[in-house]
């Protein structure tokens, strides 16, 4: 039990501790499985399954990856859309005892091959359409085995005739290759059924993928516990149970969309409506029609769906609770958002939260019946948060900036292969538990609410999604033209931050619109759409610190100035 903390005043019903039952997420899937057998688990663009269908799925799909070679110890590489077998085979994994790396379905032939060799992946889970970036990634990998399946594999006989004209019949056919086994031959066959493996629940299930605070992609290694505590710590703040239906608009690569969309719901056994690609006319249309209680998502989800006609038509008394993450919430999309809830029938308040991909994904939020402006919340049961005294691990005064620090159980084990890093942000505090050091800038008021200030890793968040900044720049760097790079983020109204690179260009290239067009499409080969530069502006040099680094700091603060002279940017939509 934690000690008395100010923000327990404002919990309300919400226990100040939980009860956290030591099993693994398939264990948990399958206690949902025997209590409410009968309810639907998922739904999928209109294909529904049970919880007794789904656990015997899962079964079949532990039976088939172990047939190929998966066991206890070992690692799958996850990349999906948020759809059944992603969601299927990360249960399977689990019973095995193995370890889902789970990355996104658009990574480049170059990401893909250092996710492989960064996770140790033997055998890796994709959509057929993507065969030919594995196919290529995979000959300098420890992956030999790949899993194949279709989008239309889950869909109804009319939506894979409608998937087949629009997109299905421009996928490439996929040669023959005795590496390649198809998802639906192997849901369908018979192997060996597998017991569930010896999983402890604090064993590592899980890998993320976060920019830590070198600015490069980091695999965070996440136990079972982490995910159970984050479900049931998020069940208990938004009042969830087995009546609720989540529409799981974020992806399974993330841990909100992971950690709350999709096990979280299983846990509690509610309908996850999972949703494999996000337009705003599709998520008005799945509000409409399938009457979601909880709706989870960005900032650009809410400001979008706050201009869309049929949102605003809707009946939204179905919704529960809403809760937004991943990026800074401005005040006037939560005010819009909640206006047009109220004048549709419904009574909810958009709850902004903090959190982070080291401890699975939010951790603290605005309590349901409070509402302070510009605070990000109050720590979530079991989870303790404190301010420290940048680069120390001196608690600071309240009121004053500094570093937040988290300690619980959804703080992750570590990073994976890497001991320094791992040591630089889970630190052992004078009071002997090992406290999480976000790198986030915040401050703490009296009553226990926290003031988000600024992240003080160097990342971009781009519509919900990490963009490493160095990862961006090693591209630019490896064209011709390009001496000198500096990639930061730009305040943006539709993404909260878009992409932005300076370039110091070679001697001899041009420094016009057409260079600049070519660098931004040599980007595009390489790093996903929400990495490559939106703006490329070129300089005759970059500022430098005094140790000869590139001041990026120096280039946002130009970048703002000038934004705020031109009348596009006054602070208001960011915090």
Sequence with gaps: MLKNRPWFDHYSNIPHSIDYPSVTMYESVMLSATRVPDKIAWDFMGTLCTYEKFAKAICQCADALATLGLKKGDTITISMPTSPQGVICFYAANKLGAVASMIHPLSTEKEIEF?????????????DAFYDKFNAAMEKTPCKKLILTRIGDYLSPVKQFGFWLTKGRKIPKVPRDARVSWWDHLMKASFPKQEKAPMEADDTAVILYSGGTTGKPKGILLSNMNFISEGMMVAAWGKLDDTDAILAILPIFHGFGLGVCVNAAFMGGAKSILVPQ???????????????????????????????????????????????????????????????????????????????TEAVTAIMAMPMDTYRPNSIGVPFSNMDAKIVRQNTTEEAPLGKDGEICLCGPAVMKGYLNQKEETEKTLKIHADGKTWLHTGDIASQDKEGFFYFK???????????????????????????????????????EEQVE??????????????????????????????????????????????????????????EDQELKSLRQKGEYTGDNLR
Excluded at 291 to 308: D, E, F, H
Aim: with cysteine; aromatic share 8%.
């Design 115 to 127: 996710y492989l060799n960064l996770s140790n992946s033997s055998m890796a889970l994709t959509l």
């Design 278 to 356: 996000f337009t705003p006319e599709i998520v008005a249309k799945l509000i409409r029609t399938k009457q979601p209680s909880v709706i989870i998502g960005v900032p650009t989800l809410y400001a979008a769906l706050n201009k869309n006609k049929d949102f605003k038509k809707a009946d939204l008394a179905c919704l529960k609770a809403s809760f937004c993450g991943a990026d800074s919430l401005p005040r006037v999309v939560k005010e819009d958002f909640e206006a047009i809830v109220r004048s549709r029938g419904g009574n909810v308040k958009l709850l902004e939260g903090y959190g982070l």
């Design 454 to 492: 600024l992240r003080q890793k160097r990342m971009i968040k781009s519509s919900g999604m990490n963009v490493y900044p160095t990862q961006v720049e090693d591209v630019l760097y490896r064209h011709p033209y390009v001496a000198d790079a500096c990639v930061i983020g730009v305040p943006d």
């Design 498 to 555: 878009r992409v932005k690179a300076f370039v110091v260009l070679k001697k001899g290239a041009l420094p016009d619109a057409a260079t600049a067009k070519d660098l931004i499409n040599y980007c595009h080969k390489d790093l996903i759409k929400w990495s490559c530069p939106r703006n490329i502006e070129f300089r005759e040099s970059l500022p430098t610190t005094l140790v000869g680094k590139v001041a990026f700091k120096t280039l």
